[in-house]
């Protein structure tokens, strides 16, 4: 049975690299993965970055007019250091041009996120809640009046809505408390890319427990994880690729065999099946170099071509 008959792929969009990224790879990886019939486009958001990065707004706007079909998805946003009434007017036009197709995940961030944006990092959990309850109400509701700890609004209203109600909130947190946060407030979580296996394999049933003290069905939430990834018949080259990504750009080599998934065609489904024995029912195949030629790699491996 092909992989795809087992569960959806969402694809990466071409947009953080050690390299420069050209809007015709964007273009092509875009376009191709909505013909090809992947899922649904992710993108990350790193703001202050070390290496090329575009934001996740534009590049997924760019993506919806160049596409018709397919899914477009941020995973993760760091929801601290934004003001939720822009998220909310931003995803809700995306959502609203792309007609009902934005995914948009958060994330509570890192210290260093904090001290970035100068933002303070007391109370970051009840911000994070509170900024997710605004925001879904001024997705759902034609005017609103919120009094809160970090935001207050008086009979105020969006520009324009998402055609989705509700527009889908993800949750992309490893911690074990976030991760039973997620199952009561989130509409699907993915694990981190730079999150180790074995970190998702304990990840899940945690979540589904949770999901199901909640009264949630676990086989109705998406579960899902980011996997960097590297394909060639050369099963060197590949690791070598994706050394180079878990080098440069997470500063964590050790995340090339405990994090990503490199090697043969065979190798790399072999190992995409054993996600989903440990409870995925998406995946987001994230390739990080050779972006075109990894899309044909990766959507012949899953059994989209």
Same mark, same amino acid.
């Given at each position: 049975?092909?992989?795809?008959?087992?569960?959806?792929?969402?694809?990466?969009?071409?947009?953080?690299?050690?390299?420069?990224?050209?809007?015709?790879?964007?273009?092509?990886?875009?376009?191709?993965?909505?013909?090809?019939?992947?899922?649904?486009?992710?993108?990350?958001?790193?703001?202050?970055?070390?290496?090329?990065?575009?934001?996740?707004?534009?590049?997924?706007?760019?993506?919806? $007019?160049?596409?018709?079909?397919?899914?477009?998805?941020?995973?993760?946003?760091?929801?601290?250091?934004?003001?939720?009434?822009?998220?909310?007017?931003?995803?809700?036009?995306?959502?609203?041009?792309?007609?009902?197709?934005?995914?948009?995940?958060?994330?509570?961030?890192?210290?260093?996120?904090?001290?970035?944006?100068?933002?303070?990092?007391?109370?970051?959990?009840?911000?994070?809640?509170?900024?997710?309850?605004?925001?879904?109400?001024?997705?759902?509701?034609?005017?609103?009046?919120?009094?809160?700890?970090?935001?207050?609004?008086?009979?105020?209203?969006?520009?324009?809505?998402?055609?989705?109600?509700?527009?889908?909130?993800?949750?992309?947190?490893?911690?074990?408390? $976030?991760?039973?946060?997620?199952?009561?407030?989130?509409?699907?979580?993915?694990?981190?890319?730079?999150?180790?296996?074995?970190?998702?394999?304990? $990840?899940?049933?945690?979540?589904?427990?949770?999901?199901?003290?909640?009264?949630?069905?676990?086989?109705?939430?998406?579960?899902?994880?980011?996997?960097?990834?590297?394909?060639?018949?050369?099963?060197?080259?590949?690791?070598?690729?994706?050394?180079?990504?878990?080098?440069?750009?997470?500063?964590?080599?050790?995340?090339?065999?405990?994090?990503?998934?490199?090697?043969?065609?065979?190798?790399?489904?072999?190992?995409?099946?054993?996600?989903?024995?440990?409870?995925?029912?998406?995946?987001?195949?994230?390739?990080?170099?050779?972006?075109?030629?990894?899309?044909?790699?990766?959507?012949?491996?899953?059994?989209?071509?």
């Amino acid at each position: 049975m092909a992989l795809k008959d087992l569960i959806p792929f969402g694809m990466s969009l071409p947009h953080r690299s050690p390299d420069s990224v050209g809007v015709d790879v964007v273009h092509a990886v875009a376009t191709g993965a909505d013909t090809i019939g992947f899922r649904d486009l992710w993108v990350t958001e790193n703001t202050l970055d070390h290496v090329m990065s575009f934001d996740p707004i534009v590049v997924l706007t760019y993506a919806a $007019a160049v596409t018709s079909r397919i899914g477009l998805g941020a995973s993760v946003l760091v929801l601290p250091v934004h003001d939720p009434r822009m998220v909310a007017h931003q995803w809700a036009s995306l959502d609203a041009l792309s007609n009902g197709r934005a995914i948009m995940g958060v994330g509570i961030g890192r210290p260093f996120h904090f001290t970035e944006f100068e933002v303070p990092q007391e109370g970051r959990v009840a911000r994070f809640r509170e900024q997710i309850e605004l925001i879904r109400a001024l997705w759902s509701h034609g005017k609103v009046t919120h009094h809160g700890r970090y935001y207050n609004l008086d009979d105020a209203k969006l520009g324009v809505r998402p055609v989705q109600q509700p527009l889908p909130v993800w949750m992309g947190v490893g911690h074990p408390d $976030a991760i039973r946060r997620a199952a009561g407030l989130a509409d699907g979580w993915m694990g981190a890319g730079g999150s180790s296996t074995e970190d998702f394999r304990k $990840a899940v049933p945690l979540l589904k427990e949770s999901l199901e003290k909640g009264g949630r069905d676990p086989a109705k939430f998406p579960i899902s994880k980011r996997i960097f990834m590297a394909i060639d018949d050369n099963p060197a080259v590949a690791r070598a690729e994706l050394h180079r990504w878990y080098t440069e750009v997470y500063h964590n080599p050790a995340g090339t065999d405990a994090s990503g998934i490199h090697g043969t065609p065979e190798h790399v489904r072999e190992r995409l099946e054993e996600m989903v024995h440990m409870g995925a029912n998406h995946l987001l195949l994230n390739p990080v170099s050779r972006h075109v030629e990894q899309l044909a790699a990766c959507a012949e491996v899953v059994g989209l071509t």
